[in-house]
């Protein structure tokens, strides 16, 4: 029985070996078929290019980074050397017909003076002039009234005497209208009130003599606030207190009257309950805001169209205006004629419609009330002086 066991798993051994054989299987033969083996040996061929590959990218970006920047670097430098290059251009450059930005009085005077005699080459058909100290050169253009062309010659700091002495810079001109705006600074100094007046009076005796064909607006002093106001230089108002401002208007008043020039009475336009400068008003108790030359606006504007509008009435009168019928002589039955008359003033120097000139009056224009509103913009005057 154990023989015929063993004589079967021993045939079973050779079946299965004849099948190895023939199948080609063999123990000393490799496991992996011959396209595995080139499969492998390619994709480590490929792996071998690919890192070849990336690592000449990874140079060849480094190369180009540090050409990038060399050329930012050298571009800052050339940047760093331009001021000095164009000082040096400007250096070698003739000199400019007008001169840059003064910060010196005298500057400022030159600079005035060069507008002038621009405005004087250009003879625009309605011109108007303002004069006086930093209230009047602050006044933003894009606030005076459209209806004429405007000639700003205000200089910070000036002085009565110091307006008086450059009135000839204008003399070229014949605008039609002029308006004076000064006396605050020479308070500020210590001028008595004799002196001040005085020196209006002659600023406006000049401006009639050069100006003949022109209307000559006297504008009175403006309030401030006093103590309450944050100036640099609000110790000096203590000079310029509200009752004396006040006396000095009431004598400028005059001074229009007695001239036979227009008044402007902007004082009580600025002025508040206790009689100083509205806060509304005002960047810092001196200085106007926004808000304050919208108030000079308007008394401007009101002043321009009064002068206009009696302008326009007077040459209607003169157009209208006729020969009266000759009348009949008694004695000898014939007409004698009778010369023209005409009821109002030559159209070639008008006159507002309250007639200031015919009755010793001066006018004083009623511009619109004030508003209580907040300012919406402030106006920047960093000069010591107004």
């Given at each position: 029985?154990?023989?015929?066991?063993?004589?079967?798993?021993?045939?079973?051994?050779?079946?299965?070996s004849g099948r190895s054989r023939r199948s080609g299987f063999s123990p000393s033969r490799p496991l992996a078929p011959w396209w595995v083996r080139w499969s492998l040996w390619g994709n480590g061929?490929?792996?071998?290019?690919?890192?070849?590959?990336?690592?000449?990218?990874?140079?060849?970006?480094?190369?180009?980074?540090?050409?990038?920047?060399?050329?930012?670097?050298?571009?800052?430098?050339?940047?760093?050397?331009?001021?000095?290059?164009?000082?040096?251009?400007?250096?070698?450059?003739?000199?400019?017909?007008?001169?840059?930005?003064?910060?010196?009085?005298?500057?400022?005077?030159?600079?005035?003076?060069?507008?002038?005699?621009?405005?004087?080459?250009?003879?625009?058909?309605?011109?108007?002039?303002?004069?006086?100290?930093?209230?009047?050169?602050?006044?933003?253009?894009?606030?005076?009234?459209?209806?004429?062309?405007?000639?700003?010659?205000?200089?910070?700091?000036?002085?009565?005497?110091?307006?008086?002495?450059?009135?000839?810079?204008?003399?070229?001109?014949?605008?039609?209208?002029?308006?004076?705006?000064?006396?605050?600074?020479?308070?500020?100094?210590?001028?008595?009130?004799?002196?001040?007046?005085?020196?209006?009076?002659?600023?406006?005796?000049?401006?009639?003599?050069?100006?003949?064909?022109?209307?000559?607006?006297?504008?009175?002093?403006?309030?401030?606030?006093?103590?309450?106001?944050?100036?640099?230089?609000?110790?000096?108002?203590?000079?310029?207190?509200?009752?004396?401002?006040?006396?000095?208007?009431?004598?400028?008043?005059?001074?229009?009257?007695?001239?036979?020039?227009?008044?402007?009475?902007?004082?009580?336009?600025?002025?508040?309950?206790?009689?100083?400068?509205?806060?509304?008003?005002?960047?810092?108790?001196?200085?106007?805001?926004?808000?304050?030359?919208?108030?000079?606006?308007?008394?401007?504007?009101?002043?321009?169209?009064?002068?206009?509008?009696?302008?326009?009435?007077?040459?209607?009168?003169?157009?209208?205006?006729?020969?009266?019928?000759?009348?009949?002589?008694?004695?000898?039955?014939?007409?004698?004629?009778?010369?023209?008359?005409?009821?109002?003033?030559?159209?070639?120097?008008?006159?507002?419609?309250?007639?200031?000139?015919?009755?010793?009056?001066?006018?004083?224009?009623?511009?619109?009330?004030?508003?209580?509103?907040?300012?919406?913009?402030?106006?920047?005057?960093?000069?010591?002086?107004?």
């Amino acid at each position: 029985m154990f023989s015929r066991s063993r004589t079967r798993r021993t045939d079973i051994f050779k079946l299965r070996s004849g099948r190895s054989r023939r199948s080609g299987f063999s123990p000393s033969r490799p496991l992996a078929p011959w396209w595995v083996r080139w499969s492998l040996w390619g994709n480590g061929l490929l792996a071998i290019a690919l890192i070849t590959i990336v690592t000449g990218l990874d140079r060849a970006a480094s190369k180009a980074i540090a050409q990038v920047a060399s050329q930012v670097q050298q571009m800052k430098e050339t940047a760093e050397r331009a001021p000095s290059q164009a000082v040096a251009a400007t250096v070698s450059r003739p000199t400019r017909s007008l001169p840059p930005a003064p910060d010196s009085y005298e500057g400022s005077v030159r600079r005035r003076r060069q507008e002038a005699a621009a405005m004087a080459q250009r003879r625009p058909t309605r011109l108007a002039v303002l004069t006086g100290d930093s209230l009047s050169l602050a006044f933003p253009v894009r606030l005076l009234p459209n209806q004429a062309a405007w000639l700003n010659q205000g200089v910070s700091g000036e002085t009565t005497r110091g307006l008086l002495r450059r009135l000839s810079d204008i003399s070229q001109l014949q605008p039609e209208a002029i308006f004076v705006a000064i006396g605050i600074n020479d308070l500020l100094q210590g001028v008595g009130e004799d002196t001040i007046v005085e020196n209006q009076r002659a600023i406006v005796r000049e401006l009639r003599s050069a100006h003949p064909r022109s209307r000559i607006v006297l504008q009175s002093l403006l309030p401030h606030r006093g103590r309450l106001s944050t100036w640099e230089g609000r110790a000096r108002l203590e000079r310029a207190q509200t009752a004396k401002l006040k006396r000095i208007n009431n004598r400028l008043a005059q001074v229009a009257r007695d001239e036979r020039v227009d008044y402007l009475n902007l004082f009580a336009m600025f002025s508040d309950n206790t009689g100083i400068l509205h806060p509304d008003l005002t960047t810092d108790g001196l200085h106007l805001s926004d808000r304050g030359y919208l108030v000079w606006r308007a008394a401007l504007d009101s002043y321009l169209q009064l002068l206009r509008s009696s302008a326009a009435s007077l040459s209607a009168d003169d157009r209208q205006s006729t020969t009266p019928r000759p009348k009949a002589l008694p004695e000898t039955g014939k007409a004698t004629p009778t010369p023209k008359t005409s009821s109002s003033t030559p159209a070639s120097k008008p006159r507002p419609a309250s007639d200031s000139a015919r009755d010793g009056r001066s006018s004083t224009t009623s511009p619109s009330p004030r508003p209580s509103t907040p300012a919406a913009g402030r106006t920047t005057d960093d000069d010591t002086n107004p």
